[in-house]
């Protein structure tokens, strides 16, 4: 049989409220009688007893109504979660009077951990349906090319090579999507032991530059290099150097008539900060918000042309943030774009402080084998 936590509590409480007065009771009536008459102790006696019956009746009405109040706040809370159960997508959160306590802090990481699981299901929702959009089309290419190489296509040597060649270019663009698609998932799965990796900042940009300087002989691209020595920042190299990867092959993949680009990187006492710039054709104010969305293009069908699928910006940007920096856009449509990042330094001991560190663990090991 169920019995309602209500009454458990309220006769656990209420015994232990009994109990309690009960000893007190026991302990008072010995000093009275070793100092009272027979009179005096009659009515002592019953003095006592009913003030433990209207201490035990106050106990229960008090124990019951304090559990209730707690029980209706975790009855919002489990119909909350029923609803939720019958309706995943729905944004019914726990609503309580806010308040300086432990069931209200509860109310407040539930709603927080159901924000974040109904954003991971809608991502994941525009997630299959922009994979399925954006193989859609491709796919749809292929067998259209196939059907009419089939039917006469394939006695034509000029149609022939065209299906050909565009068959060809929709499948170089089906694997781009989907090794973009594997580097997404693999970031939403990074390894712990690349949590802890370092990376020496200057000779990764200096690389990044001049790899970038030989594949586009025809930019003019401006370095700015502010780094100071043995900079290090906690990211595995591999990670940071995609995302300088992908914004600087945006900003040559969008820079239109003026052909420079401007990378920047500085550090100072806490951070490393960089900046990728171009003169290129900028982004609308309105969907500045949405390049870091999956499959977001500003203009699908030129984006296509360059080759993009509109993945590169959202793995840049979770990279980022899973290794607590950030990244930021600014631009101005027909006149370029900016991204910056920041990301934590490595703050190092100086030398002469380590070795004062290393000289007095060594002495306490010393003193600690005596």
Do not use: C
């Not at 432990?102 to 927080?112: M, P, S």
């Not at 200096?206 to 920042?233: A, C, W």
């Not at 500003?298 to 296509?304: I, L, M, N, Q, T």
């Amino acid at each position: 049989m169920r019995i309602s936590i209500r009454f458990k509590w309220t006769a656990l409480i209420s015994i232990v409220i009994l109990m309690a007065y009960i000893f007190v009771g026991i302990l008072a009536m010995r000093t009275v009688q070793s100092v009272a008459s027979v009179n005096e102790i009659h009515s002592f006696t019953t003095k006592l007893i009913i003030g433990g019956v209207v201490v035990f009746i106050l106990g229960v009405v008090l124990t019951f109504y304090a559990v209730t109040l707690v029980l209706n706040d975790l009855r919002k809370i489990n119909k909350t979660i029923d609803d939720l159960n019958k309706k995943p997508d729905s944004d019914s959160r726990i609503k309580l009077r806010k308040r300086n306590d432990e069931i209200y802090d509860l109310t407040v990481n539930i709603n927080k951990m159901l924000d974040r699981m109904q954003a991971y299901t809608n991502q994941q929702k525009e997630f299959v349906e922009d994979v399925s959009h954006e193989l859609r089309t491709p796919v749809a290419v292929l067998e259209g090319h196939l059907s009419m190489l089939q039917r006469w296509g394939k006695d034509d040597p000029e149609v022939l090579n065209d299906s050909i060649n565009s068959s060809l270019q929709e499948l170089k663009r089906m694997q781009s999507l989907i090794q973009e698609m594997l580097d997404l998932t693999r970031v939403e799965q990074i390894d712990s032991a690349y949590l802890e990796q370092t990376t020496e900042v200057k000779p990764m940009f200096t690389q990044v530059y001049n790899d970038f300087k030989m594949l586009h002989p025809d930019f003019v691209i401006n370095f700015d290099d502010d780094i100071r020595e043995g900079s290090e920042v906690k990211i595995y190299r591999n990670h940071l150097e995609q995302v300088l990867v992908i914004l600087l092959d945006n900003a040559f993949k969008y820079s239109a008539d003026r052909k420079e680009i401007n990378l920047a990187a500085s550090t100072n006492s806490a951070l490393l900060e960089v900046v990728v710039q171009d003169y290129g054709l900028g982004i609308a104010k309105n969907d500045l918000k949405r390049i870091f969305n999956r499959f977001y293009r500003v203009d699908k069908a030129r984006s296509r042309k360059r080759g993009g699928n509109g993945l590169g910006l959202s793995i840049a940007k979770r990279l980022i943030e899973i290794y607590h920096g950030s990244l930021e856009v600014e631009s101005v449509v027909g006149s370029g774009t900016v991204f910056k990042i920041e990301l934590p330094l490595i703050q190092k001991v100086p030398e002469e402080e380590q070795t004062e560190k290393e000289a007095t663990e060594n002495n306490q090991a010393t003193n600690n084998k005596k």
